[in-house]
């Protein structure tokens, strides 16, 4: 027989192992790209859960805090009548609110303006019940119509001095009852108080008449519970 025939009809190498392949190697490297694409899958799903918290944060489901927004774009003032010891007025306020959330509506059910110079308070106005939407502004209008009210002598001079410049600054506080959310069963109750600081009222040479000089007013929270 012969010999070389015999040797070559061995299959692998010399040594009687079989020789290694490339379909070996790609067996082994089969599960090494296995990892990487679920290595690969994990990032990205990470990724868009880290955008989807970032969206989130940025515009929150509305919450007591971050919620109440108001502005004062206008006050009217008419009628207006001091003296030693009162002071007559009609007053007609103009008010935006915003709800910065993307996802609740806020249903405001109880809203109350003070109008006070100083410290005093002159009189109050009550707005009835209104609804503002997600991401959007609601305006409002509240109207007194000529009341007298006794006033501090000492608050009267001042205020006559100021009226003396042709303008008085008076200030408004704010409350506001609310419930946030659009499913009736699950809204949550909030309270809120503002404060609008420096409504400068200009009043023409009769001094009957006034109103607001410069850009509307953004209130300041006080207090959220």
Same mark, same amino acid.
């Given at each position: 027989?012969?010999?070389?025939?015999?040797?070559?009809?061995?299959?692998?190498?010399?040594?009687?192992?079989?020789?290694?392949?490339?379909?070996?190697?790609?067996?082994?490297?089969?599960?090494?790209?296995?990892?990487?694409?679920?290595?690969?899958?994990?990032?990205?799903?990470?990724?868009?859960?880290?955008?989807?918290?970032?969206?989130?944060? !940025?515009?929150? #489901?509305? *919450?007591?805090?971050? /919620?109440?927004? =108001?502005? &004062?774009?206008?006050?009217?003032?008419?009628?207006?009548?001091?003296?030693?010891?009162?002071?007559?007025?009609?007053?007609?306020?103009?008010?935006?609110?915003?709800?910065?959330?993307?996802?609740?509506?806020?249903?405001?059910?109880?809203?109350?303006?003070?109008?006070?110079? !100083?410290?005093? #308070?002159? *009189?109050?106005?009550? /707005?009835?019940? =209104?609804? &503002?939407?997600?991401?959007?502004?609601?305006?409002?209008?509240?109207?007194?119509?000529?009341?007298?009210?006794?006033?501090?002598?000492?608050?009267?001079?001042?205020?006559?001095?100021?009226?003396?410049?042709?303008?008085?600054?008076?200030?408004?506080?704010?409350?506001?009852?609310?419930?946030?959310?659009?499913?009736?069963?699950?809204?949550?109750?909030?309270?809120?108080?503002?404060?609008?600081?420096?409504?400068?009222?200009?009043?023409?040479?009769?001094?009957?008449?006034?109103?607001?000089?410069?850009?509307?007013?953004?209130?300041?929270?006080?207090?959220?519970?």
């Amino acid at each position: 027989m012969d010999k070389s025939v015999s040797e070559s009809s061995q299959p692998g190498g010399g040594n009687g192992f079989p020789a290694s392949s490339s379909n070996g190697r790609k067996l082994i490297k089969k599960p090494i790209y296995l990892c990487y694409i679920a290595l690969a899958f994990l990032f990205f799903l990470g990724m868009a859960a880290f955008v989807f918290l970032f969206l989130i944060h !940025k515009s929150p #489901r509305a *919450t007591g805090k971050n /919620i109440a927004s =108001f502005r &004062v774009d206008s006050i009217l003032v008419s009628r207006f009548k001091p003296s030693s010891s009162e002071i007559t007025a009609s007053w007609d306020i103009r008010l935006s609110v915003r709800n910065p959330s993307t996802a609740d509506s806020v249903f405001y059910q109880t809203f109350y303006t003070w109008i006070q110079y !100083k410290q005093e #308070r002159l *009189t109050n106005v009550s /707005i009835g019940e =209104f609804q &503002v939407r997600e991401n959007n502004w609601k305006s409002l209008n509240g109207k007194l119509v000529a009341k007298s009210v006794q006033v501090d002598e000492k608050v009267m001079k001042d205020m006559a001095a100021e009226m003396a410049n042709g303008s008085v600054n008076f200030n408004i506080s704010l409350y506001a009852g609310y419930w946030i959310g659009n499913e009736e069963a699950k809204r949550i109750w909030w309270a809120a108080e503002a404060y609008c600081n420096d409504l400068k009222i200009g009043f023409s040479s009769k001094d009957s008449e006034g109103k607001l000089i410069g850009e509307p007013v953004e209130c300041v929270l006080t207090r959220t519970w």
